[in-house]
C-alpha cells in the first residue's frame, strides 16, 4: 500500500501538467488518508487464523506476527499525526515521510540480515533529508552532512557484522543463524555480532 503510494506521488510530482493541478496541502491529505487507510488494513489483518502463528514472505525475508503488525499500526498512527501540522512543509515533505515509515514497515517485520539492512537504509535516507530540509542555514546542512557520513560509517560497519556472520554460519535468516548458534558458536561470529551491533548504536545515535 505505502509502496503504490511513493510510486503513484513520484509520477504526480515528476508530470508537470498534473504537478500543477495539486498543492502541497493537498499532496499532505492525500498522505494523511494513506497512512489512516493502510493502518486500517494492518488492524484488518489481525484477524487473520494463521498470523498467530507468524507467516513468513518473500521466502523468508519478512516474518509478519501480531506484535509486528501492532507495531505497524502504531507507526501508521504515528506518521500520520507528524503530517497534521505540517502544511508549510512542501509536497516533498510528504514522500520523505512515505519513504521513511516506509522502511520503518519493512524493518517491523524483517526475518533476514539482507531485509533488515535494506530496511534500515531506506528509513535513513529519508532523515538524512530530513536533517538538511532548511537548505539556507548553515547549520542544517553541516547537521545533515554529519548524520550522513555517520550513517555511511555505521553502515559498513552493519555490512561487516553481516558479512562476518554470512562468513561463519553461511545462513542470513535470523531464525536459522538463532538455531545453529543455541547448539555451537564461533569466535568470528561473536566478532560478526559485535561490530554489527556497534553499527546500529551508531544508526541510533547512541
Known amino acids: 500500500m505505502i509502496f503504490l503510494s511513493i510510486l503513484i506521488f513520484i509520477v504526480a510530482i515528476a508530470i508537470p501538467s498534473f504537478r500543477s493541478q495539486l498543492s502541497s496541502v493537498v499532496l499532505l491529505r ?3 488518508i494513506i497512512f489512516i487507510y493502510a493502518g486500517a488494513l494492518a488492524l484488518n489483518a489481525l484477524y487473520i487464523q494463521s498470523i498467530g502463528s507468524g507467516i513468513s514472505i518473500y521466502n523468508g525475508l519478512f516474518h509478519v506476527t501480531i506484535a509486528s503488525q501492532l507495531l505497524d499500526i502504531v507507526i501508521l498512527i504515528t506518521a500520520a499525526l ?3 501540522p505540517s502544511n508549510t512543509l512542501g509536497d516533498k515533505y510528504s514522500l520523505i515521510v512515505l519513504f521513511s515509515t516506509l522502511g520503518s514497515l519493512l524493518l517491523v517485520s524483517s526475518a533476514d540480515l539482507l531485509s533488515m539492512y535494506l530496511s534500515i537504509e ?11 530540509l532548511h537548505r539556507d ?3 542544517a546542512t553541516a547537521a545533515g552532512l554529519k548524520y550522513f557520513l555517520l550513517g555511511g560509517l555505521s553502515s559498513c560497519l552493519i555490512l561487516l557484522g553481516a558479512g562476518l556472520v554470512y562468513t561463519y554460519t553461511g545462513l542470513t535468516n535470523l531464525d ?3 538455531t545453529l548458534i543455541s547448539s555451537q558458536s564461533s569466535l568470528g561470529f ?14 541510533a545515535a547512541a
Open 30 to 32: 492525500i498522505s494523511f
Open 82 to 84: 507528524i503530517l497534521i
Open 122 to 132: 531506506l528509513q535513513s535516507f529519508g532523515v538524512y533529508i530530513l536533517a538538511t
Open 137 to 139: 542555514s548553515k547549520s
Open 176 to 178: 536459522s543463524i538463532y
Open 190 to 203: 561473536t566478532l560478526g555480532l559485535i561490530i554489527m551491533t556497534a553499527g546500529f548504536l551508531f544508526k
